[in-house]
């Protein structure tokens, strides 16, 4: 068989388990758990078309202006680029487009007909606006039930300000709620409304209720320590009980523990420790959240689990002993196995605890409605994200278990795919490509399931020397001594150069760019070079040779076989 060549994406694609002219791809766009299109965002934003950008992402995700702040980069870690000089900054850019394109841009999406049917969704974190800004643009009549008085999830009543500004978490959410997407706040599901009621009212429900509760401290003492996500809601809402103190102990080495570290200091504290049970290398904090750490004199004290607090003087003391390992079983309990000496005492006006989140289903399990797994998750089918309930479908946190915000939009796009399957009978949605039409509008036909496409390693490359070593580029940020006293955001975000210049970083792994170079080391002279890329012109005068492939900079071309012509 003559070469083929992987193609970039061309379609405003929404779902397809696969593409016919990308049998190739990425590590980032593999590893991206919402599925964003990286390597057409930064084609896009390299080219300067910013608006056309952001319309490719949010055929993906509708809150782009917030994975683009708070999301762990797992691309990132991903990338090629990182193993020849340094990763694309892929979240940079990602912001970049969502805070500088034009959401409607040639016009806004244009809703499908409307279906008749009626979707309820419970939970208004990013999950539960995923689902519901897919399954509005699908034709469905959508309603949020949302127990608190904002909508938004962690991201809106959790996320410092510093990190995420809630008039970013508010312009996102506008945009789903201007496609008729009706919320009712302060409206708890098994309260207010009992899901038998629901059932009956509506055509299907997305149950998206997230992880907000807390894992309990269980030491002595643990009743005058607070839980960090309480605390963190509480400093957003400006209570005066938010006030740290000058002294913070902080007990947890995730993200929610370093944001709380983050908002003591920046809300009076002048000592703050983080102490986990986790190693250095171990801790789920990324990466650049520690070394903002130390940056800002934040003290780190790892394999350290605390034993008891008490009341010492004016303030309190935590009792910590030495962790020697620990591990967590099936159902989420935590193992460790103790030193026996090396713990330590630490003295603090406050203690905030974030051990550790999980759902809570509350009333809505009461009747044992669903099949659950041992973490006490709902467990969902993994196709479709239905329960075992028919009719109500589960997406995020409350079927993964706490998870990264870009995690919850891309089972919120699938339940979204999954609802709408079983309310048109469409039948299996991985024979589906769902995406844009010219009109703006949804469209869904039936596809050939072709094999998962190939991740491009490094090693792949065979012309390496097409690139040239350029260090990142980094996003303007406040000075450290403006940053720490105040809560305003301290990422400024790239400039217009700065993000067509880190865009133009990509390799574009195993994705053609029609640089020409298999078409110029052709010796057969069977490729040509056409408006859509190198075309095989000659596919029986074939050499197999491998130029093509050696010559091309991306990893983009492949062979299949068998071979059509002996050597």
């Known amino acids: ?9 061309r379609e405003k694609m929404v779902f397809s388990e696969s593409l016919p002219y990308q049998p190739r791809t990425s590590p980032c766009e593999a590893i991206c758990p919402a599925g964003l299109p990286i390597q057409k965002m930064n084609t896009l934003i390299e080219e300067g078309l910013v608006d056309e950008a952001l319309e490719y ?15 762990p ?5 991903g990338c090629n680029r990182g193993n020849f000089d340094s990763s694309v900054f892929i979240r940079a850019i990602e912001r970049y487009a969502a805070d500088h394109g034009n959401p409607a841009y040639k016009g806004l999406p244009v809703k499908r007909p409307h279906s008749g049917k009626k979707i309820a969704v419970i939970g208004s974190g990013p999950a539960g606006l995923t689902c519901s800004y897919f399954s509005a643009l699908l034709g469905h009549e959508v309603t949020v039930f949302e127990s608190g008085p904002a909508i938004g999830g962690i991201p809106r009543n959790a996320v410092p300000e510093f990190r995420l500004p809630k008039d970013i978490v508010d312009r996102e959410v506008g945009l789903i709620l ?8 302060n409206f708890r599901v098994g309260r207010d409304i009992g899901l038998d009621s629901i059932l009956s009212g509506f055509d299907a429900c997305l149950i998206a209720v997230g992880a907000w509760k807390e894992r309990e401290l269980e030491i002595p003492g643990a ?4 839980p960090a996500v309480s605390w963190l809601n509480s400093v957003n809402l400006g209570e005066e009980k938010s006030r740290p103190g000058k002294r913070v102990v902080i007990l947890g080495g995730g993200g929610v523990a370093f944001d709380a570290a983050f908002t ?8 703050v420790y983080v102490v986990c049970l986790e190693s250095p290398g171990e801790m789920c904090a990324p990466l650049e959240e520690v070394y903002q750490a130390e940056a800002e004199g934040i003290r780190i004290h790892n394999g350290l689990l605390p034993e008891t607090i008490f009341k010492k003087d004016k303030g309190l003391e935590v009792q910590f002993s030495s962790v020697s390992s620990f591990c967590f079983d099936e159902a989420g309990c935590l193992v460790v196995t103790k030193k026996g000496k090396g713990g330590i005492t630490i003295h603090a006006d406050t203690v905030i605890y974030a051990i550790g989140l999980e759902p809570d289903l509350g009333l809505l399990a009461k009747d044992d409605f669903f099949e659950l797994t041992p973490r006490g998750t709902l467990k969902v089918n993994p196709a479709t994200m239905e329960t075992s309930l028919p009719g109500v479908f589960a997406a995020g946190d409350v079927v993964s278990g706490p998870a990264t915000v870009a995690e919850a939009v891309g089972s919120g796009r699938k339940a979204a795919i999954g609802l709408d399957n079983r309310l048109s009978d469409q039948g299996n949605p991985l024979n589906l490509q769902i995406y844009f039409n010219e009109n703006r509008m949804l469209e869904s ?10 991740t491009v390693a490094l090693e792949e490359f065979m012309n390496l020397d097409y690139f040239e070593k350029t260090p990142r580029r980094e996003t303007e940020c406040q000075p450290l001594d403006d940053s720490l006293h105040s809560l305003s955001e301290i990422d400024s975000g790239f400039t217009p150069e700065d993000a067509a210049g880190e865009a133009g970083r990509c390799f574009h792994c195993g994705h053609c760019i029609s640089c020409g170079f298999c078409v110029e080391d052709c010796p057969g002279h069977i490729l040509s070079m056409t408006p859509n890329g190198p075309s095989v012109d000659y596919p029986d005068e074939c050499w197999h040779c491998g130029c093509c492939r050696i010559s091309c900079p991306r990893g983009a071309v492949l062979y299949e076989f068998p071979l059509n012509m002996m050597l």
């Open 1 to 9: 068989m003559p070469p083929r060549f992987s193609k970039e994406l």
């Open 57 to 71: 992402i949010r055929c993906r995700n509708p809150i782009p202006g917030v994975t683009g702040r708070i999301c």
């Open 73 to 77: 980069n797992p691309c990132q870690s």
């Open 178 to 185: 201007n496609l008729g997407v009706c919320v009712r706040t």
């Open 445 to 454: 036909t039936n596809a050939e399931v072709a094999q998962a496409p190939h």
């Open 264 to 271: 003591a200091v920046r809300t009076g504290a002048r000592e």
């Open 223 to 226: 009743e005058l320590a607070f």
